[in-house]
Structure formats: C-alpha cells, structure tokens
C-alpha cells in the first residue's frame, strides 16, 4: 500500500504527451521523484529541471534504465490511434503489447511495486449492448488499437496474479485540454478550436451524430494520483465525465464559447472504425477512488481554447491561418 506519494520514485512513461505533462506536474505537487521517459514532443519537457530518458517504447536498454530505481510506473505509452491501427494491426500489435510485455518483465526484475496504465474506455468495449457502460460490460473492440490495449490490460493482471505487481487500469475516454495537439487526426475538441480559431470548416465523419464522452485533462490527473494511492480490491477503472456529447453538439458548443460565427462542417463517410455511442460509467471510480470528474464542460473548453491562443507554437500557427 502506498499511502502517499511524497518521495516515492515515479516513472512517467509518454511524460511528453499532453497526459504525461500534466501528470507530471501534478505528480511534483504530491511531493513525489517524478522522472520522465519517451519523446519530450512538440510542446518540451514539462518542467525545465525534470530527469529525463530520451528513448522509444521498444528500446528496451534505455527502457530498462528508466525503470531502474522507481516503485510506481505510469505507463501512458502507445500513441497510436484505433484508425491507424486498422492500417497497420501487426505493427500496432508490436509496438503496443510487446512493449507492454517487455516493459512488466522489466518492471518485474527491478522490484517496481505498482503500476498504473492508460486504456482507452472509449474503444475496448467496442459497440455497447447499453449506455453508460460499466466496467463489467463485454469487451469486443472493433479497432486493433482497442484489441492492443485489452491485451495489455490482461498482461498487467497477470504480472499482479504471478508476481504481485499492483496495478490498477484507468480506461479513459476521451480525454481533451492544454497541450493537447490540434493537429493530430484524434482529438475533436482540440481540433475544432483550432479550426474555429484558423476561420477553417470541420471534417465531420458520418453525419455527426456519433456520441462520445469527454473528460478534461485536469480530472484524468486527480484519478491516476488517487489510483496510485488506492487499495482496494477492483484494478479496473471507468474514467469519463458520465455524460454523452454528439459530434454536432461538440462543435456548436465550442462555438458558443469562442463567440465565433461557425466556420462550417465538411461532411464524409462514416467510419467502421467509430462505434455509433460510448459513454461510460463511472459510478465504480466514484465509490472506490472517491473520484468525480470536477470540470464544468464549458469552463474546461474555454481553458483549452485559453490555452490555445496564448500558446506560441499554436498562437503562430493560428495567424497564419492554415494547416
């Protein structure tokens, strides 16, 4: 059990993404020795004085060095998407659940105590018999991003049932905020502030009816620190905002916050890759985690947009008005 995490020796990996960045940060104000690992990214490390690995999830070497010395792992790695997973399913299949394989082997040989792991509530399910879904709900995922992190899911299970690793899974669903990228093909809420910002119109895939549930950065943070903290007898976690936002409701409300007139929608064919609904549950993490999602949605769009033009590299990007 870990009781807090002042001066516990944490390991962020993916501490370059928009997850990692923020968890770090909210990792240095428990008190913890937060370290980094993977590509520092488009936006630099989060904290200038933060030790850190440069390396691949596959480099093994430099992943073993990482690990070295730390108890908790946050393992936030394989930055696919479920559309190109499709693609390229025996490459995702690679970089996704080998790396996990060889990273609780890893984790295992240097004695880490607990590790916690980022899936993805808004693929492993696949199209739900029933909205919200609990965790309890079938898993059939339709992408083999989704497929990859069930997968990993059940390997963390094993190394806990073998050789009593801790861990505990958070499946998110679809998370948003600073440092988010606008210009990566996942991500709508951030997506749709740069367009709105850039007077560019919205790719819209089907109709815009697909229903999906947004969480902001800042809760997805407060549940992995409570996660890490948890003892209870549950290891898989719900983490959304509980509540159901279609792609049209999604963009008109960015365009209530941003007060600009709607730059307009380019409708296209629908994906095989988009369930038609996901909304999660969250009532487990409620009772278990002592965990609720705090961001009013509006308010969490208007930080993000916020953020968007006071960033540089976006705030130049968005003067020059084109992607």
Known sequence: ????????????????GFIGRALIEALRRQGARVQGFGRVGLFGKPVVDLPWIEGDFRDTVSLARAVEGNEVVFHLLGGSTPESSNVAPISDLNASVSGTAELLEICRVEGVRKILFASSGGTVYGIPNALPIKEAAPTNPISAYGV??????????LYDYLYSIDHVVLRISNPFGPYQSP???????????LKYLCDLPIEV??????TRDYVFIDDVV????????????SNVFNIGSGVGLTVNEVIDDVATVLGIEHPGKMFKTSRLVDVPANVLDVSLAAQELNWTPRHAWFDAIRTTANWMRENAAVRDFIEKGKL
């Open 1 to 16: 059990m870990i009781a807090s995490l002042r001066d516990v020796s944490c390991l962020v990996l993916g501490g370059g």
């Open 148 to 157: 990859n992190k069930l997968a990993a899911e059940k390997y963390l299970y």
């Open 183 to 193: 210009w990566r093909r996942q991500g709508l809420v951030a997506t749709t502030i």
């Open 205 to 210: 895939w089907g109709d815009g009816s697909v």
């Open 222 to 233: 407060d549940a992995f620190i409570k996660a890490a903290l948890y003892s209870g007898n």
